[in-house]
């Protein structure tokens, strides 16, 4: 039986831009990898990776796929740390939509306000697919690319078995500043109403809270998943996560990170956000530089 994962982002900004855990890492460069064969036509095309739809008039769908290939080879790098990523079997579909019409139509309820969306099977790897919705923003930017690609990403390096809040956390964690600065703001204003929620109630979360705490959730999501990167290197963040799978939060938080109970982890993660953040840069790629 196949089961079918789907998240839809809120609001989504920034391609390509880095997971800027470590504030000396930039974004991903065209030119720091591999070119990649590419072959197809303006309208659509193919990598090793991903098979690429843009709407006539948007944009070349050749570039696009390159700039899939540099996220996805990024991705791979940040997370699982090290270069030697595999192949997938089947290409991830990327449908970049010409109006929101088109783009609901494909995704469904979460359409309405968000500007992407991802679909993953969760079959085993040989028979997985992939699909990635895209819509462009008002000033003709694709802006959830890196957003919705980490998705994929993380759904393969941890085999599917990966907590929201963490899946969310790290996702935001590819969107540009300007978003990522909204998020700390909802934190902010649920931290001043008492409307944030405790660490060990979040990462226990088997589901998308109310309505109502959404903001705290997404803000409070990726602001813990930034904290623990911080105490090391984005990879054995995942390595917590698997850890955590088979033993516990407590117990992974002292063995990955030397944190002795949730009480300590609630205060260094206060201690965390009651200190202001470096800002991270903005790397949205406008649809008409890559015609
Ligand atoms: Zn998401």
């Not at 649920?190 to 109630?201: G, K, P, V």
């Not at 990955?256 to 953040?277: C, H, K, N």
Request: proline letters at 4%.
């Amino acid at each position: 039986m196949w089961f079918v994962i789907a998240l839809v982002g809120l609001s989504a900004y920034g391609v390509p831009q880095a997971v800027a855990i470590a504030e000396s890492d930039g974004p991903p460069k065209t030119h720091d990898v591999e070119p990649q064969e590419i072959a197809g036509s303006q309208h659509l095309a193919e990598s090793p990776n991903f098979r690429v739809h843009c709407y006539p008039g948007c944009c070349d769908a050749r570039k696009m796929a390159q700039v899939c290939e540099t996220w996805r080879q990024h991705l791979y790098q940040q997370w699982e740390g090290q270069s030697d990523y595999r192949r997938w079997n089947s290409r991830c579909l990327i449908v970049i939509h010409r109006d929101r019409n088109t783009y609901r139509a494909a995704v469904g309820s979460g359409g309405q306000t968000s500007f992407g969306s991802t679909w993953i099977t969760s079959a085993a790897d040989r028979d997985k697919e992939r699909r990635i919705d895209l819509l462009t923003d008002a000033r003709g930017s694709i802006t959830a690319l890196g957003h919705e690609l980490s998705h994929v990403v993380l759904a393969d390096v941890m085999d599917g078995k990966l907590p929201l809040w963490a899946n969310e956390g790290i996702a935001l964690l590819a969107d540009a500043s300007d978003k990522q600065a909204r998020h700390e703001n909802d934190l902010n204003h649920a931290l001043r109403f008492q409307a944030a929620f405790r660490c060990s109630e979040l990462i226990a979360l088997d589901g998308y809270p109310s309505a109502d705490r959404i903001p705290a959730f997404y803000g409070q999501s990726a602001s813990l998943v930034k904290m623990l990167c911080r105490r090391g290197k984005p990879c054995e963040f995942l390595q917590f996560l698997k850890a955590s799978d088979d033993m516990g939060y407590e117990r992974a938080l002292a063995q990955t990170y030397g944190i002795a109970s949730m009480g300590e982890l609630e205060r260094l993660w206060q201690d965390f956000v009651a200190r202001p953040q470096p800002s991270q840069s903005v790397n949205a790629v406008a649809v008409d530089e890559m015609n």
